[in-house]
Structures are given as structure tokens and as C-alpha cells.
């Protein structure tokens, strides 16, 4: 099983990965309780005005409902993917382990674990569009993507695919599974964070329906990242 797991999303200006722009990107801390919320990263992020305005973007923006001054006021790409990275190693580096003791009466000191954690980001529909997305943007504006060598990805709704029968699910959005699968959530449709939230709910639902853990559900799903086949492909289509 994946040790850490993380939820991540985006709000963009449309649906295309290699054209579009991040305008919101958030993250959700994943815990094996349910009840404990984890930490949670979220920050708007600056399109120029020039796509923001584009007939795409605007119609977006009605879905999402983020305001083009909000938009204007964002963070630029690269600092706001610092950021997310920070928040990503910092969920990995407060990993700790806590032993009893041999007589089995009092726990040990908390330390840091015996084999390092794997950080595990999950996304609804995360393989076709939100790690595209990001990826296009690191491409974009010539940002290092070596961190993502050491994380594994899974796209939760090739996991909600597979367990649907199980599950007793028919509708595979989102918002669907919040109203089947997932314990109390308000969802607050189209908002990133919002969706991170839901989605980590709906996850230990679906994980606990089948008995299992939410990490070692999600990991069966898990894949690493080719870095020299995704580059190649994202930096031809950029250049077209």
C-alpha cells in the first residue's frame, strides 16, 4: 500500500490540456481515518488577460464562477506550483511512526518511519486532464518536473470504473459519486478545493463498501510517471 496519499484539482480556462490555463489549483491530505480532515493547500492562480478574456475562458469561468479580477490578483504558475510541491513534501516529511513498547503498557516516542513514504496523487479523471494540464503548464513555463519522479499517480476514476458494480454506482462524475458513495459532503461543485474534499470522501466510502483501506484501494490503480515519453509528447504538441 501507498503510505501518503494526497487528492489534487484545477479549475482551468476549458477542458483542452495542451491549450488551457490553471486558474485554481488545490490539494486534500488523505488520511486512513476518515473522520481526520488532513491538511489542505489552495490558491488562484494569474491568467493573462488576453486568454482570460477568449470566449472559452469566460465560459468556464461561468461554471466555476472565479471573477476575472480574482483571476487578475492570482498567483503566477511557477510560484503557485512551488507552492503545491512545499505542500506535497511537507505531507511526506510529517509522516512519523508511533510503537508500543514490548510489555505492550505504554507507546513509544513517536519517530520517523524505517522506510520513507511514498506520496500517492490521486484525480478524478486525473490521467486525461488534470496531470496533462499540469504538466502542459511545467512545459509552458520551463519549470523543473523532477519531483514527480518519486510520486505515484492514480486517476480515481478508472478506481470508481472498476468497483462501480460493487458499489451500486451508475454515474461516474463527481458530483454523482457524492451523492451515492461518499459518507456526509457538501460539495461545492466547481470549486478545486471543494473537490478535493469530496473526493477523499468519496473515496473512503467506496473503500470502506469493499472492505478495505482508502490507500490500498487506491494503490491496485497506481502507476508511476514515464518523464521521457509524457515531455516528448507534451513539448511536440506545444510546439504545434
Known amino acids: 500500500c501507498i503510505s501518503k496519499g494526497s487528492s489534487a484539482s484545477l479549475e482551468t480556462t476549458g477542458v ?22 488532513g491538511a489542505t493547500y489552495a490558491e488562484v ?9 477568449s470566449p472559452g475562458a469566460q465560459a468556464a ?3 466555476h464562477g472565479i471573477a476575472d479580477d480574482e483571476i487578475e490578483r492570482g498567483a503566477l504558475f511557477p510560484d503557485a506550483w512551488a507552492r503545491f ?9 510529517n509522516a512519523i511512526d508511533a510503537e508500543s513498547d514490548e510489555s505492550g503498557d505504554e507507546l513509544a516516542p513517536p519517530r520517523p518511519p524505517d522506510v520513507l513514504p ?19 503548464e511545467c512545459q509552458r513555463h520551463k519549470l523543473p518536473t523532477s519531483p514527480l519522479r518519486r510520486w505515484f499517480f492514480v486517476d480515481t476514476l478508472h478506481v470508481f470504473e472498476s468497483a462501480k458494480a460493487e458499489v451500486g454506482v451508475a454515474c461516474l462524475k463527481l458530483q454523482c ?9 457538501d460539495l461545492r461543485a466547481h470549486r478545486a478545493l471543494d473537490d478535493c474534499i469530496a473526493l477523499r470522501h468519496v473515496v473512503h466510502g467506496v473503500a470502506s463498501r469493499l472492505d478495505c483501506s482508502a490507500a490500498c484501494l487506491l494503490s491496485k490503480f ?11 509528447q507534451v513539448a511536440a504538441l506545444l510546439a504545434d
Open 16 to 37: 483542452d490540456p495542451a491549450r488551457d490555463r490553471v486558474v485554481e489549483l488545490a490539494a486534500a491530505q488523505g488520511h486512513e481515518l476518515a473522520h481526520i480532515p
Open 45 to 53: 492562480v494569474h491568467v493573462p488577460s488576453d486568454v482570460q478574456q
Open 61 to 63: 469561468a461561468r461554471v
Open 85 to 93: 510541491l512545499a505542500f506535497a513534501e511537507a505531507c511526506l516529511n
Open 118 to 136: 511514498s506520496l500517492l496523487l490521486g484525480g478524478h479523471n486525473g490521467c486525461r486532464f488534470d496531470f496533462a494540464l499540469l504538466l502542459f
Open 177 to 185: 459519486l457524492v451523492n451515492t458513495a461518499a459518507r456526509a459532503c
Open 222 to 232: 497506481a502507476l508511476q510517471w514515464n518523464e521521457p515519453s509524457s515531455m516528448a
